[in-house]
């Protein structure tokens, strides 16, 4: 497999600041894979989000030191919007990308922007009302939404470019159970029928650890744990040190491990936790 994005002793440092917002970065993504980037607020998520799209340093000023290369070249070698179109964000806040008087129109006109044709353009809203169930916002004005349905519309936005690379940054943030429920189906999807790259900043563990096959940690700029899902959250006394919460089933069994000498990993979800249980119970029973 091909490496995607490849960070190298990449430090950030944003003008009049004092310390760096990045450190020292080294990071390699692979295509195809899904990460999990957790931290706590200032630790330089979005910082990370923003290099590898280019905005730094395109859109900021500050003080760089090392590379970030994106299929195989530099963000700053790249084209104006030419990166764009590979590494699709979503962010937060998705009130500042809206222009259009209609989300259909709000969708069409990124499509439009790229030089897509009249079918294409077709196929794909589509292909993305479907996939974010937007079927019954079309019509509406961008600003008569709800917070929720604004998210899904910015992801739905970025997705009709089709993007090699996602990053969504707390996607779900402003979305009730459901929807962010909603929102994690979508990306599923994307992981089995596309083989999107997909880079995924979020709070809600819960259902970040169904699907992101490697978790990432940052604090205060820097990248402190890196490793598949399972071995990650085989490092919960680490992580509870770095005030992460791990998931409820992990931090339930590493609580087990501690009080009961329960020796297996934890399991990630609650269909594995459920037959764990089961397993214990059993061995009670015969026991
Ligand atoms: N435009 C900016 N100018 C100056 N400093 C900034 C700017 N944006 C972020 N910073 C600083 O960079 C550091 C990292 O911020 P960043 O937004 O990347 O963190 P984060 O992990 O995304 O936080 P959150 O969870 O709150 O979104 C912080 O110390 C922040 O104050
Ligand atoms: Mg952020």
Do not use: C
């Not at 299929?71 to 790249?78: I, M, R």
């Not at 940052?218 to 040190?241: A, H, K, W």
């Amino acid at each position: 497999m091909s490496n995607v994005i490849e960070i190298k002793d990449y430090s950030w440092k944003y003008l009049n600041t004092s310390t760096p917002a990045l450190e020292n970065i080294n990071l390699t993504i692979e295509e195809g894979s899904f990460v999990g980037v957790i931290g706590p607020n200032g630790s330089g998520k979005t910082t990370l989000a923003y290099s590898i799209d280019g905005l730094i340093p395109g859109q900021y000023n500050g003080i760089k030191k090392g590379t970030v290369n994106v299929f195989g070249k530099e963000v700053e070698d790249y084209g104006r919007g030419e990166l764009q179109h590979l590494v699709g964000v979503v962010f937060s806040d998705p009130e500042a990308q809206f222009t259009a008087m209609t989300v259909e129109d709000e969708l069409v006109f990124g499509m439009e922007n790229i030089g897509l044709s009249i079918p294409e353009i077709q196929e794909r809203l589509d292909w993305v009302t479907e996939l974010t169930d937007l079927g019954p916002l079309l019509e509406k004005p961008p600003y008569e939404i709800s917070g929720g349905q604004k998210q899904r519309v910015a992801l739905a936005a970025v997705l009709a470019m089709r993007p090699k690379v996602l990053i969504l940054d707390e996607p779900t943030s402003m979305l009730d159970p459901m929807s962010r429920q909603r929102i994690f189906d979508v990306l599923v999807r994307l992981k089995a029928e596309e083989n999107s790259t997909i880079i995924v900043i979020e709070h809600s563990l819960e259902h970040l650890v169904r699907l992101a096959e490697r978790m990432i940690l940052m604090s205060d700029g820097s990248l402190v744990l890196d490793d598949s899902t399972r071995n990650f959250f085989r490092q919960t006394d680490f992580l509870l040190e770095k005030n992460v919460s791990p998931p409820g089933v992990i931090g339930f069994f590493h609580e087990l491990s501690r009080i009961a000498d329960y020796q297996k990993d934890p399991p990630l979800d609650v269909e594995e936790a459920h037959a764990r249980l089961q397993e214990i119970l059993q061995r009670g029973n015969e026991g």
